[in-house]
């Protein structure tokens, strides 16, 4: 740990359970004639931008908010399939805010903040009313009461769902509240802007400077504090579920001008994606995990078995997560399921024309339930499946490959979602989050939200009441000079004329971090990530190319500012999952496993949040470290067996 | 597969805009049409010349960021898809495909097949939401909502606000945008306090804009990738009149 | 309540008010369908129906249907010509290549040519007063019915109109081709306009709206058709035999 630079999570005193309340009741509050007297920059409007914008200019607040897109209706979290967990116990079924609490701190395998989760789970039913009373046409029983479903392995039916659309009604839900702020002037709305970089005055963030993506100007803008909103860095794999905008830029450089970059190896993988076919895909296609309840996985016995699944007789098909984990079968969390499908693509029993696929098969669940049944719980998806892919999963099994899907890592913050600068926030995915080392269904869209309507509000009012930030305009010289630099980065860019494409710089990239860094990692893989990441860095800044003008709407500048950036977060990534030498969650290192090859935990040296302080261009970054310490939820071994 | 495109290429919103050919091989029939452009722009900034600008993000039909007029048609020939969703195994080998922007007075020219669509926000802003603050919601539970209602909500709700509606209709109207936002709030208990303000000031904005007007030719709804029905233009007209007779 | 300056003259307004009118043009066509029918009972029928109209509250109804036509036609026509005003507005550049998304459209040539269409028939109705309503009744005279009232003879003046020259039966059946046309599109479409369709009703009134279309103008194409036909045994002097004698000419003419 570093002494000189200790990461204090200012965690509130008092049992778990009355943290929040008492936390809510001990920070100070902004008068409401000195809230219009303060800015607030919003930058990203997924869900946790979309609801932190909306609800701060509901409190008075001016607030700036800035997206990439062209309307805050885009970003990624509408693409949030699944739906949304709460502790409502609607079901009566057992559940309460405290087993939310639990099942999310062992689903992270023992690597998340308590107090942050319980107050995430415990503001988790807040979240449902707020939505239902925006007009989220959330899935109802007949009886007229809301409908839950159980999701992702969890014991209790907790997960609130509108169609196959959950993420999209609760970003237009919240796109709506911002909206309506919009209208009544308390947010204005800055579209296809992207954050470049972070101004710093006196240590504390004061500002942001942006590309406006039509024109290509640099624009400044000041404010008494910035919330980052901006997502996760999925994307850094080149192929992932993620939309292909989505970028770590804007975190990125708040990295570069001081703020910890917590976590960076978290990363969850999802098992049951449409697999790659060639080099020209652009991105890969998240399947819903449901299809796990009736589908066998399996793959032939045989290594380059190249006849049809149909001529390949039941003896020689191994339904390998059925023998390993004869409890669970098809069934494990999403971690053990991806890595055992990259293990036997691996040994050379991948199907499909690149071996990077394993069969799902229904051929078993049709004949015993029939192809109505079938239809009629997975019917959309099987169709989707048939247009992308071109074969019938009723006649031929389906092929799936796990794909990078969510970062539990990004920006350390402590509890009041502070980074280590101060005045910067970072919430939602961006932030590295209370998901520990792995994220359970349907608590994502949970935590976007939590983070925007019910903590910042809060935290943002008590961090403004402290600070008592002067005045400032983008007159200030800092303001100045951080132009400059994004002006001289973005010459730098735009002088290289060489013959590479940023995607296929990206790609290249891409091919390393899954490869080394994905499912399973070795010290020996995260060694030769580390060799290989700087090379293709090299490249990248002799051979690219872009084309057109700075000072226009120019799509492969902003493709290769992002993969500049991804070209060192990758790096930090191998170094992070290097000194990381246990298996968490999504984090699994070969050399730590036990004798039947499951994750094995080192508690004893790494129950800690593991966040890293930059340094300099070229130089390593320093590792600092948060122990984590579990009062409630003691450690346990996750088995599936 | 090898196709031969006629591509909308305009430098600006001010200069003249045409069709630009271009031919492409060693297309995969399993490509998305946007990847199909992708290895086109590839193929472009290696011969030194510039891409052609598109927009695209989730690449899976849910953010409505994409939106091409593929040979006539908002996001091409496949019905209820998005332009990301068209595979090149609809077209036929050989086959010349003209793509054009998204055509509107209020959707007004960025570059090449890029257009803006604040509009949209704008309208939204009069009136797409129930004004709640956050915090001041009862328990979700207390209001019960009949399942059918929920349904025909969400129904409505599906709009990803891509805009295809407007590009298909021959008026280049925005009714179907409107009439699905407005329709899911009347299926909605939360949305009648405002029920008759939001309808008026929807509809407005949406004449503000410089949309055309809806002359019921429902090549909306064939255009939507979401399979969205003018009857929901048709309830937001009925919608309007209850206000107009509130008022009296 | 409601903000005054939330109400404007809307897109939506003008499609209700297209709507509202274009439904009682169609429910005026059907009503003068009806009445027309009448010639096939001769002319004391259709004489007497001419005589009521004409007499019927002291001739007050026949004043106020016209001008609330009139005032019907104008509001149609205006917002109808409006909502058409607008498209050329709303997109300044059009598409190189044009193209059906097909499925749930309902675009059609009929869609697409109200304004033509509707222009033809303005042209039709003006061209079609002139002749019946501005006809000069003196040359053409009265007839006495059977209460001995002495009623302007308009039978005379339509079966002589028709069978004096095929070119004049044409001109009708064009027309009422046009009509056809606009109704194809204009009936469902009006429904649509005033917020009476709904998910499970669209589809019937789109077919219901075609149905009624075709059925209105083929009888206003058949009449004068018909009239013509039956040149010679059409006597326009003949009483009720003519039904006979016009069934005992058109039905070997089905037949064959």
């Not at chain 1, 942006?210 to 192929?239: H, I």
């Not at chain 1, 029939?370 to 998806?381: E, F, P, S």
């Not at chain 1, 903590?455 to 007159?475: C, E, F, H, M, R």
């Not at chain 2, 209820?80 to 922007?101: L, N, S, W």
Request: charged share 20%.
């Amino acid at each position: 740990m570093s002494d000189k630079y200790p990461l204090n999570p200012n965690i509130p005193p008092g049992p778990v359970q009355e943290k929040w309340t008492s936390h809510k009741f001990n920070m100070k509050l902004v008068n409401p004639a000195n809230k219009r007297k303060h800015t607030v920059i919003v930058v990203g409007t997924g869900l946790a931008g979309a609801s932190a914008a909306a609800s701060l200019g509901e409190l008075g607040y001016n607030v700036l908010s800035f997206c990439i897109q062209d309307s805050p209706r885009r970003a990624h979290s509408v693409a949030a399939q699944g739906g949304i967990n709460a502790a409502k116990n609607y079901q009566n079924d057992g559940d309460s805010v405290y087993r939310l609490f639990y099942d999310t701190v062992k689903g992270g395998d023992f690597r998340s903040r308590e107090a942050n989760v319980y107050r995430l789970s415990e503001v988790s039913t807040n979240i449902i009313d707020q939505c239902v009373a925006q007009g989220v046409p959330f899935a109802r029983e007949y009886g007229g009461t809301l409908a839950n479903r159980s999701f992702g392995g969890a014991q209790v039916s907790r997960t609130f769902y509108a169609r196959g659309q959950t993420g999209q009604q609760l970003l237009l839900g919240a796109y709506g509240s911002l909206m309506r702020q919009v209208e009544e002037g308390k947010v204005k709305l800055f579209p296809r802007r992207e954050m470049l970089d972070l101004v710093k005055i006196d240590g504390v963030a004061r500002g942001i400077i942006t590309r406006n993506l039509v024109s290509g100007e640099l624009e400044k803008y000041a404010a008494d504090a910035v919330l980052l909103c901006t997502g996760g860095y999925s994307t850094v794999f080149y192929l992932s579920t993620n939309a292909v905008n989505c970028n770590a830029t804007a975190a990125w450089r708040c990295y570069k001008k001081g703020a910890y970059f917590a976590n960076p190896c978290y990363t969850q993988i999802h098992p049951t994606c449409i697999p790659r076919f060639g080099e020209t895909q652009s991105k890969l296609t998240l399947m819903s995990e449901s299809l796990r309840n009736d589908g066998r996985v399996w793959v032939p016995r045989r290594k380059g078995d190249e006849r049809k699944p149909s001529e390949i007789p039941e003896s020689e098909r191994d339904y390998y997560l059925e023998t390993k984990y004869p409890a669970f079968g098809n069934l494990v969390p999403r971690d053990i399921a991806s890595r055992n499908a990259k293990e036997v693509c691996d040994e050379g029993r991948g199907v499909g024309p690149t071996g990077f696929a394993v069969y799902l098969d229904f051929a078993e669940a049709i004949n015993r339930l029939g192809k109505d049944v079938i239809a009629q719980r997975y019917g959309n998806l099987f169709a989707m499946y048939h247009e992308i892919s071109g074969d019938d999963p009723y006649e031929t099994p389906m092929m799936i490959y796990p794909a990078p899907h969510y970062t539990m890592g990004g920006l350390w913050v402590d509890y009041n979602l502070m980074t280590t600068i101060d005045g910067l926030f970072a919430l939602g995915e961006a932030n590295f989050s209370d998901h520990g080392a792995n994220r359970l269904g349907a608590s994502a869209l949970m935590q976007g939200l939590a983070d925007g309507y019910f903590v910042i509000p809060y935290t943002l009012g008590n961090y403004l009441a402290s600070a008592q930030p002067k005045p400032v305009t983008t007159d200030a010289a800092e303001f100045e000079e951080a132009v400059k630099n994004v002006q001289t980065g973005v010459e730098k860019l735009m002088s290289i004329n060489g013959h590479t494409t940023a995607d296929e710089i990206h790609r290249e990239l891409g091919n390393i971090m899954i490869d080394e860094v994905g499912m399973a990692r070795s010290e020996k893989g995260l060694k030769k990530a580390l060799e290989e990441i700087p090379k293709i860095r090299e490249k990248f800044w002799k051979d690219l190319r872009i084309p057109g003008d700075a000072k226009d709407y120019n799509k492969e500048l902003e493709k290769a500012g992002r993969v500049a950036d991804f070209l060192e977060l990758g790096e930090l990534m191998a170094r992070d999952a290097l000194e990381r030498k246990e298996s968490c969650g999504g984090h699994f290192r070969l050399e730590s496993q036990d004798k039947d090859g499951e994750a094995k935990r080192d508690d004893k040296n790494f129950t800690h949040v593991a966040a890293w302080r930059f340094l300099g261009e070229d130089k390593v970054p320093e590792r600092c470290v948060e122990p984590l310490e579990y009062e409630y939820v003691k450690p346990s071994e996750r088995s599936y067996k | 597969m090898k196709v031969n495109l006629r591509i909308w290429r305009q430098p600006g919103p001010h200069a003249p805009g045409r069709l630009v050919d271009y031919s492409i091989d060693g297309i995969d029939p399993s490509q998305s049409f946007l990847e199909m452009l992708d290895a086109l722009n590839e193929k472009l900034i290696k011969e030194g010349k510039e891409p052609v600008a598109f927009e695209s993000d989730c690449r899976e039909g849910i953010c409505g960021n994409c939106g091409l007029v593929i040979n006539g048609v908002a996001h091409g020939p496949k019905a209820a898809c998005t332009t990301c969703e068209v595979r090149m195994r609809q077209f036929e080998d050989g086959q010349t495909i003209t793509v054009e922007p998204f055509r509107a007075k209020a959707f007004p020219m960025i570059k090449d097949l890029v257009v803006n669509r604040s509009a949209f926000d704008r309208i939204m802003s009069k009136g797409g939401f129930v004004a709640v603050n956050s915090g001041s919601a009862q328990d979700a539970n207390l209001q019960p909502i009949h399942k059918d209602d929920a349904e025909h909500a969400m129904d409505a709700a599906a709009c990803i606000g891509c805009g295809a509606c407007v590009a298909a209709c021959p008026n280049a109207s925005a009714s179907l945008f409107v009439g699905a936002k407005v329709s899911q709030y009347t299926w909605l208990p939360q949305g009648k306090v405002e029920r008759h303000g939001r309808v008026l000031k929807m509809v407005k904005q949406m004449d503000a804009e410089g949309f055309g007007d809806c002359s019921n030719h429902a090549e909306c709804e064939a255009a939507c990738p979401k399979e969205i029905s003018v009857s929901n233009i048709s309830r937001m007209r009925r919608e309007y009149t209850k206000a107009l007779l509130a008022g009296v | 309540m409601i903000n005054p300056k939330d109400i404007h003259i809307s897109s939506v307004i003008k499609k209700l008010l297209t709507g509202i009118t274009g439904l009682s043009l169609v429910m005026f066509l059907i009503a003068h369908l009806i009445g027309n029918l009448t010639l096939f009972a001769g002319p004391e029928v259709f004489n007497a129906y001419a005589q009521f109209l004409h007499h019927f509250m002291h001739g007050m109804f026949i004043r106020f249907a016209e001008i609330g036509l009139l005032g019907m036609f104008l509001i149609h026509i205006w917002s109808a010509v409006s909502v058409q005003m607008s498209k050329k507005k709303a997109r300044p550049s059009r598409y190189a290549v044009e193209a059906d998304a097909g499925g749930a459209s309902k675009k059609t040539f009929h869609s697409l040519n109200m304004l033509v269409s509707g222009g033809i028939i303005l042209l039709f109705v003006l061209v079609h007063l002139n002749h019946f309503k501005y006809a000069d009744h003196e040359a053409i005279g009265t007839m006495r019915l059977s209460n001995g009232v002495e009623a302007f003879n308009a039978y005379k003046l339509v079966v002589g109109s028709f069978q004096a020259n095929f070119g004049y039966v044409l001109f009708y059946m064009l027309a009422m081709a046009v009509l056809c046309s606009h109704l194809m599109h204009g009936i469902w479409s009006a429904f649509q306009s005033i917020g009476f369709t709904r998910p499970s009703t669209l589809p019937y009134l789109n077919l219901a709206g075609k149905a009624i279309a075709i059925a209105l103008a083929l009888g206003f194409f058949l009449l004068p058709l018909l009239i013509f036909m039956m040149r010679g045994t059409f006597d326009p002097n003949l009483g009720p035999e003519t039904i006979r004698h016009a069934a005992n000419h058109f039905l070997p003419l089905l037949a064959g």
